[in-house]
């Protein structure tokens, strides 16, 4: 039920009815006392009178009460309601508007601050999302929902230590908590314990084999720390889970070309790029893919797409430079490397690096 001025429906009734009796009695000593009622039988039904009197002025009152908190009650819902419908929607500020006008009516709804600050966390607004869910705590210090997204804000606003603190909490209150796992996991990994990280997201699996995302991010880290078998594993497991699940089709394709199974590596590209053909990451590497099999000119073509959608991209403006070195095309491969040295400085001397390593070593 909502609030009313912070207080319920049953104390506003108790309050009302406490009053008005209260008020009664002092009139009734009042009358006896200025002897304008001379016997105390008198006395006693003019207190009669009085509260039947009263009554319907009780009644009244208790109606109108109690029909603002039903139009309250209303109201609070249709806007929870609609707030959640937009939500769902991707329609964030329109969620966020209607989230808004619930706290007007019901100041201290955890369960509005909380929905509120997921609106504002998808609009980007961190900062002020993270307020949202500290007032949702505010109400209720021990709602895992709001501790679970506050961590999650810190997270996203690279606070990994307070992040990885918060998700403990949650923990302390919900040790099955799988989302609260993988969030954890998630701040270890960017701490960069890579170790640490994937137990908490093997935990999460345990908890749910089917959670998809714990299968992914168990991929990512096996990845980083250079296990591609394993990684290809986690990743296959997740694509089986949702075969529209870009990333994991990409991680899978990306681990595969780093084992130099360029087919599987291009197969796995090709079902990231069903689901958004304008995935640079995928088309690059599947550019790189055709260039480790010796097909410099179809590798061209697609970093000339990648270059399309963004022309800034290093690492496409690189694997242009080697198939047009590949080519023979020296002097356009040279504005290329040139490209890469002033968009990159960094990538442009770790290959160089690498390919005096590969002459030394020959």
């Known amino acids: 039920m909502a609030d009313f001025l912070g207080m319920s429906l049953e104390v506003w009734v108790g309050v009302a009815i406490t009053s008005l009796v209260t008020f009664a009695v002092a009139l009734y000593f009042y009358l006896r006392q200025k002897k304008e009622v001379r016997k105390e039988e008198k006395a006693e039904e003019s207190f009669i009178r009085i509260m039947d009197s009263w009554r319907f002025e009780i009644d009244k009152k208790l109606s109108e009460i109690e029909k603002g908190f039903h139009e309250r009650d209303a109201q609070y819902s249709t806007f929870v309601r609609l707030g959640n419908a937009a939500f769902g929607d991707g329609d ?126 168990i991929g990512v880290f096996l990845e980083k720390l250079g296990n591609y078998e394993e990684a290809m594993e986690s990743y296959e497991k997740a694509v089986k889970l949702n075969p529209r699940y870009l990333e994991a089709w990409y991680g899978k394709g990306f681990c595969a070309l780093k084992l130099g199974h360029f087919e599987d590596a291009i197969r796995s590209f090709d079902e990231a790029l069903s689901i958004n053909p304008r995935h640079v990451e995928s088309l690059n590497n599947r550019a790189a893919s055709l260039g480790a099999m010796g097909k410099h000119k179809d590798a061209l073509e697609l970093y000339e797409k990648v270059l399309g959608i963004n022309p800034k991209y290093a690492n496409a403006w690189l694997g242009k430079a080697i198939a047009l070195h590949s080519l023979e095309r020296k002097e356009e491969a040279e504005k290329s490397f040139e490209k890469v040295k002033q968009l990159d400085t960094a990538l442009y001397r770790r290959y160089f690096a690498r390919q005096k390593l590969h002459r030394t070593e020959r």
Not at 155 to 171: H, N, Q
Not at 185 to 211: K, S, V
């Open 92 to 217: 964030y500020q329109n969620s966020l508007d209607h989230f808004d006008k619930v706290i007007e009516t019901s100041p201290t709804s955890k369960v509005a601050w909380n929905n509120k600050g997921a609106a504002l966390g998808k609009l980007g607004r961190l900062k002020e999302a993270g307020i949202c869910f500290e007032k949702a705590l505010e109400i209720d210090h021990h709602y895992a929902t709001a501790l679970r997204n506050l961590a999650s804000a810190l997270g996203r606003l690279g606070e990994y230590e307070d992040s990885m603190r918060t998700y403990d909490e949650v923990l302390c209150l919900r040790p099955d908590d799988a989302e609260a796992l993988v969030g954890k996991g998630a701040a270890l990994g960017f701490l960069e314990r890579h170790e640490d990280a994937i137990i908490h997201f093997h935990r999460a699996t345990r908890l749910n084999p089917r959670y998809e995302k714990a299968w992914h991010n």
